[in-house]
């Protein structure tokens, strides 16, 4: 991967006011050698992301395309702020929002209470989706053809005695959120740690991500994340759903 690695830098040289370099001047910033420089930079050519006229490289407008990939999910991320810090204060418990990626799901924005231990994960983690709540909520959105491909490719493997592991099990999961609308799960991810998740739809009634709130078993009970969580989450999800 360090030729990926390389790229990318010889890439990010351009910019600052100076968006005409040369294979020298991108030498100079990057402290590649002249060989290394020339390879990427014809590479890129050759992709489209930079345009070359015998002397100068230039930057082409399908540059974009990588800023198009953050803009897209951090759309999301900032919609989803206000949100998650009002859940947050109301239930005095971290809210998450996490989009499902590449089998997983991917927390892209979060809001912590204060506490001497925080439970849940960090923003850009991300977590089996077999394996949490908000997992199994992303994995109900799916269509049935989507759902059959990710159990098929599935290989569980337990995280606490209680993470379910045999297809059938996940596949009862996802059901259940499905008629539901809703997930939770009791130490499945994470020895004393309790998740609750809704889904965020798009104004299309498609599932974009999941809201969830985690908490420890010892400070609240699964009815108390049905009668007193669900319907602060819910509501937030449901606001931010018709923000998108």
């Known amino acids: 991967m360090s030729g990926l690695s390389k790229g990318m830098a010889v890439l990010e040289a351009f910019g600052g ?25 014809l590479t890129f050519v050759e ?21 198009d990939i953050y803009a897209e999910s951090d759309s999301l991320a900032q919609l989803a702020r206000p949100h998650l810090a009002a859940a947050r204060e109301q239930l005095q418990e971290s809210v998450s929002i996490a989009v499902l990626q590449n089998d997983e799901a991917l927390f892209v924005a979060r809001s912590e209470v204060m506490r001497i231990v925080n439970t849940g994960v960090r923003v850009g983690a991300s977590v089996p989706a077999y394996t ?26 337990a995280r606490t005695p209680k993470t379910p592991t045999r ?29 609750l998740a809704v889904p965020v739809r ?41 923000t998108l």
């Not at 059938?168 to 740690?193: F, K, N």
């Not at 809201?211 to 609240?220: F, Y």
């Open 17 to 41: 006011g100076t968006p005409k370099l040369s294979i020298s001047d991108v030498a100079g910033r990057t402290g590649f050698n002249r060989a290394v420089v020339r390879r990427c930079l």
């Open 47 to 67: 992709l489209g992301y930079l345009a070359y006229d015998g002397k100068y490289f230039t930057p082409t407008p399908r540059v974009l395309r990588l800023a």
């Open 132 to 157: 949490s709540a908000t997992g199994h909520v992303l994995l109900a959105g799916l269509t049935e053809a989507e759902l059959e491909a990710y159990l098929d490719r599935c290989r569980p493997q």
């Open 167 to 195: 297809r059938s099990a996940i596949r009862a999961r996802v059901d259940q959120a499905r008629t539901e609308d809703l997930a939770l799960t009791d130490e499945e991810l994470a020895v004393g740690l309790r998740s």
């Open 202 to 242: 798009d104004p299309h009634g498609h599932t974009v991500a999941a809201m969830s709130v985690s908490a420890t078993a010892d400070r609240i009970t699964i009815a108390d994340l049905r009668a007193r969580f669900l319907p602060i989450l819910r509501d937030h999800a449901e606001q931010l759903g018709r």
